[in-house]
């Protein structure tokens, strides 16, 4: 119960991240619609895509998938609003990123894909959502050049397999994976954070 | 039967639009039939993926993968010609988006995949080979900033579960869906008839 | 297990070959590796997902996912080096283009996939990698407009697929598939061959 509550507080996070983006591109309404979407169910999609789980669940949950036009929707309308918001957005953003990679790897668990699986399709889904949005719109994703994004996912996923492993209710390992996820990421941002370029390692 | 014959109708506007694409980009041939392939049969691709028929039934039958390359290997020698003729390629792509949601709405209902599930995997049948097309030539999707496009794919696949729920026959569904689908596509092609942009929506 | 060891040859060509796009685009450690990474298992994964493989091998495996890893890691801190052997490394990408060609198409036979779809996942299991890598950095998928590369590709998996139903051994087609595909990919290099572009048609 917590976790689908969780889960769609996450959908409304990427989703309104890939509404902004839309906005921003200066799309219709309806194409405001389609990258919002594809960033708020993308990386569920994918993730059950991996797992075997035909059709994926976003697409047939009226509230996951009802949560994720609604939100766009919204965003389109209030875009004005929301354009001085992008500092929550990104802070929405990395809750949903900790909320999808734990309940990714909860799921993947759940689906008996294995430890080192579980915690791949955990990550998948917390960045796939970003990818889709960035490959649609025509970007290199955010993930592949700016701060600290990919390995809070990792680290969340494995955090609540290893919990998993170690005895501890999937409840616990949930909230676990995604503080540390999500908070890991959050600082990173906070304190602009980021892995060592090419340049770097000349020196 | 009936349904087979329009589904290669409708593989051969989609891959017609794809293999243009590829000539105005001044792929070779090889690059040219990889894209034409793609926008052919991508979007079914997609819709067995999602609904887990494996292998994809693109990939398994000779006429669809057959007419595919055909398409693109003729419009690569008479691309001279089909230069003057895009407006009947437009019209050819809104009757394959149309036949698209149709068939793929049928497709996921026989596939037990629910209500919501396939009114959304035929809507992605018909908008998937046009968004693979864009995205490997490099172009934001044309889906994302133009005239309508996938509401006509949404409402036709919203048809056809809605006219099976009713009891009306596959078949009659699928021309109703297919034509209402297609017709609003051209209709909105012929009148510039678009939805509101962000700009718009501040005034 | 000589497959599986080919295999392993294959993903350390294919994630090199990402990880120096990775490094030409300036990424950090993580961006590279993610590009590596997707090079040198997308291919894999794109056959699996089609063959209803669940979870795919490449996320299951240690071996095979600790060796994308491995292999973008040493490229990102060797890059320098690397970056003269750019030869050597195209030169392993058809060793692997041709390896997962035909590798492809053996798992796909195993999973009764039937002939045409044998050839085709297999050559998609050998141009997916690269497919994905260009679309993440955001540039026009090399396939499209160089040299041959995909008809080797398929030669190679078709050679596979035609061998195992005329009685030779798994490992007999396996060799001669790769040979025929990478060789023929190399030569195409060597000499430059490449297909007729719309320009040359029209002539």
Redo the contacts between chains.
């Keep these: 119960m917590l976790l689908k509550i969780l889960e769609l507080v996450g959908i409304v996070a990427f989703a309104a991240s890939g509404a902004l983006v839309?906005?921003s591109?200066?799309?219709?309404?309806?194409?405001?619609c389609?990258?919002g979407v594809f960033t708020g169910i993308g990386g569920g999609?994918v993730r059950d895509?991996?797992?075997?789980i035909?059709?994926?669940t976003s697409?047939?949950?009226?509230p996951l998938?009802g949560t994720a036009v609604g939100t766009s929707v919204i965003v389109?309308?209030l875009?004005?609003t929301l354009g001085r918001v992008r500092r929550e957005i990104l802070a929405l953003d990395a809750l949903g990123m900790g909320l999808f990679a734990s309940t990714g790897a909860v799921i993947?668990l759940d689906?008996d894909?294995?430890v080192?699986?579980s915690v791949?399709?955990g990550a998948t889904a917390a960045i796939g959502g970003g990818?889709l949005r960035d490959?649609?719109?025509?970007?290199?994703?955010l993930?592949?050049?700016r701060d600290?994004?990919?390995?809070p996912a990792l680290l969340g996923a494995a955090l609540v397999v290893a919990g998993t492993s170690a005895g501890l209710t999937g409840n616990t390992s949930l909230v676990i994976g995604t503080v540390v996820a999500s908070g890991l990421r959050l600082l990173a941002l906070w304190r602009h954070w980021?892995?060592?370029?090419?340049?770097l390692?000349?020196e």
């Design positions: 839309g906005v591109k200066r799309f219709d309404i309806f194409g405001v389609v990258v999609i895509v991996l797992l075997g035909h059709p994926p697409l047939t949950s009226w998938f389109f309308f875009h004005s993947a689906a894909a294995g080192l699986a791949l399709i990818i490959v649609l719109v025509n970007e290199v994703p993930l592949l050049h600290l994004y990919a390995i980021s892995l060592p370029g090419p340049r390692s000349r």
